[in-house]
């Protein structure tokens, strides 16, 4: 079963806006990773945040993480038609450093 | 580096038949995974490989899936017999050994029909 969690199931946005997706987890972790998934194609790793980071920033991506919370969420800034696809969540916990992914956030960005 | 390579890209197949899929992971990789994507149940771990080494096949969902890792540079997930509920696209994944983080990369995927 999935542990993780991810909210909305869709989201659908304007060109230029903002997109925030949420992810819980269950288990204390290594990291956390986000990754993005284009129809019909494999998963592509997009960002990685350790557990004793807080925030991140990579190009338009923006990954926080609460450990208390055990919650992350991925901000895309600015976005773009070509952004797209399903993200999902994916746990790094335990000493076998298995990922566990959530369900996935499909994004929608509408030109 | 042309990235992790998996065959077939689609596979169409009738119950009872046995299905092969193979992966060829990134050179120097050490770690493979297998998983199997659906609508229903999302991304599920099947089994993970380490150096070549089956560690966790809990995943594994029966009997009638097989994994190996012969060496480092394929391994083939097999079904056999084949039902229509295997249907999904399976990917494989393949992960490095350097430093402390733990992406993984994955391949195109399989979509197998099994009619």
């Known amino acids: 079963s999935q542990q993780g969690e991810e909210d909305p199931q869709a989201l659908s946005i304007q060109e230029g806006e903002n997109a925030t997706m949420n992810c819980s987890y269950k288990?204390?972790?290594?990291?956390l990773q986000w990754y993005r998934q284009n129809s019909g194609r494999g998963l592509v790793h997009l960002i990685l945040?350790?557990?004793?980071?807080r925030e991140k920033h990579s190009g338009r991506l923006r990954v926080t993480l609460d450990t208390s919370k055990k919650s992350s969420s991925l901000l895309i800034t600015a976005s773009r038609a070509a952004d797209t696809a399903s993200y999902f969540c994916a746990s790094d916990s335990g000493s076998a450093r298995q990922l566990t992914f959530g369900s996935g956030t499909q994004l929608t960005v509408l030109p | 580096d042309a990235g992790v390579i998996q065959s077939p890209r689609h596979e169409v197949t009738e119950m009872g038949q046995e299905v092969t899929l193979r992966c060829k992971p990134i050179?120097?990789?050490?770690?493979l995974f297998w998983y199997r994507q659906t609508m229903m149940r999302g991304l599920e771990l099947l089994i993970y490989f380490n150096n070549n080494v089956p560690i966790d096949d809990s995943g594994m969902p029966e009997d009638r899936f097989s994994a190996k890792m012969p060496n480092a540079s394929f391994s083939t997930l097999k079904i056999q017999p084949s039902e229509p509920r295997d249907s999904a696209v399976y990917f494989c994944?393949?992960?490095?050994?350097?430093?402390?983080?733990?992406?993984?990369?994955f391949g195109p995927g399989t979509r197998l029909t099994v009619l």
């Open positions: 050179s120097g990789h050490n770690s």
């Open positions: 994944a393949s992960r490095g050994t350097s430093g402390g983080d733990n992406e993984q990369f």
């Open positions: 945040i350790r557990s004793n980071e």
């Open positions: 288990t204390s972790i290594n990291n």
